[in-house]
């Protein structure tokens, strides 16, 4: 089983949508939890860090599920704009070494 | 600005030959880490260094050989023994550490083509 699990996707949804996307983890060890955005052939970049407690940022809302171990990204009001894949991180801890998940594409059509 | 350099963006190696990326940051971060992404496919870890002069292997280290002389460097050479080098290569940092929940940032990435 691999340690972070993604839905590759792509996800194919209308402007104004709300979509969500799920990231399993194998290790219950694990401490921090992100989400990132990729655009086609550019780096990846913070979107937002995941809290035990859930957190909002505009039209996105990241939730943690401990006892399931995963987490979830959820975007509102969809734009064209959000096209692109979105990678889940985790870090364990002691050597915070981060590990990837395969990202889920998302496009968005008008 | 504060962030992080790779170079050269774009690099066509020939068979047979070393190849090196540089990586330069300036954030102060202690962790640096080298990841290769294949098209279509997610971030794979080549090497990582938590502190300067220590070194770790990742995932796929075979091909690859990594220096942490300085905090701010971790160049990456790409050698002949690497049988199929074409990706895109990309260097990140971090602070690892539980206050700041070793948040990862990235530099722009270099394309890697065998020619």
């Known amino acids: 089983r691999k340690e972070v699990e993604q839905d590759p996707g792509p996800f194919n949804v209308p402007e104004g949508a709300t979509v969500a996307f799920n990231c399993t983890y194998s290790?219950?060890?694990?401490?921090?939890f992100f989400w990132y955005r990729q655009d086609c052939r550019k780096e990846p970049k913070l979107l937002m860090s995941?809290?035990?407690s859930g957190n909002e940022d505009g039209r996105f809302t990241a939730q943690l599920n401990r006892a399931s171990q995963y987490i979830s990204l959820l975007i509102r009001d969809s734009k064209l704009s959000d096209s692109a894949t979105y990678l889940c991180v985790v870090s364990s801890g002691g050597s915070y070494i981060p590990t990837f998940g395969r990202g889920t594409s998302l496009i968005v059509h008008p | 600005d504060g962030g992080i350099t790779q170079s050269p963006k774009y690099l066509f190696r020939k068979e047979g030959q070393n190849v090196t990326l540089s990586c330069e940051q300036n954030l102060n971060h202690d962790a640096m880490y080298w990841y290769r992404q294949d098209p279509g496919q997610g971030l794979r870890l080549i090497y990582y260094?938590?502190?300067?002069?220590?070194?770790q292997k990742g995932d796929i280290a075979e091909g690859y050989s990594v220096s942490r002389e300085k905090k701010e460097s971790f160049p990456l050479t790409v050698t002949s023994a690497q049988k199929n080098p074409t990706a895109f290569y990309l260097c990140?940092?971090?602070?690892?550490?539980?206050?700041?929940?070793?948040?990862?940032?990235f530099g722009e990435g270099s394309w890697l083509t065998v020619v």
């Open positions: 260094s938590q502190i300067v002069n220590d070194f």
């Open positions: 290790n219950s060890a694990s401490q921090s």
């Open positions: 990140a940092s971090s602070i690892p550490a539980a206050a700041s929940g070793n948040t990862i940032y």
């Open positions: 995941v809290y035990s």
